[in-house]
């Protein structure tokens, strides 16, 4: 069975700073391009990041880049999002995304990041 699970989401004030993670089982990791994704409430989901199945390429919105960096460790089957210079914009459910690979894709449930003063 395929999980996703992240953590790191929070409260944190305009300008700072957080690392999701997004730890994944059940699948073999190295084989799939991870994305990042937010929904901020009444809003549609956005791509935030993506980072190539070796993580060698990362690319990024003009909303983020910048201020997110994506990486990934294939030996620990973990994905993160560093995140910095935060803004209340930025509040949102962020979700990981793993693939498509072989037509097959899979979400995590998300965490919360709010960022307000």
């Known amino acids: 069975q395929v999980q996703l699970v992240e953590s790191g989401g929070g409260l944190v004030q305009p300008g700072g700073s957080l690392k999701l993670s997004c730890s994944a089982s059940g699948l073999v990791f190295s084989n799939y391009p991870m994305r990042w994704y937010r929904q901020a409430p009444e809003k549609e989901r956005e791509l935030v990041a993506t980072?190539?199945?070796?993580?060698?390429?990362?690319n990024y919105p003009d909303s983020v880049k910048g201020r997110f960096t994506a990486s990934r460790d294939n030996v620990a089957n973990m994905l993160y999002l560093q995140m910095d210079s935060l803004k209340p914009d930025d509040t949102a459910v962020y979700y990981c995304n793993a693939g498509p690979w072989l037509g097959i894709e899979y979400w995590g449930k998300g965490t919360l990041v709010t960022v307000s003063s």
């Open positions: 980072i190539t199945s070796a993580g060698t390429i990362t």
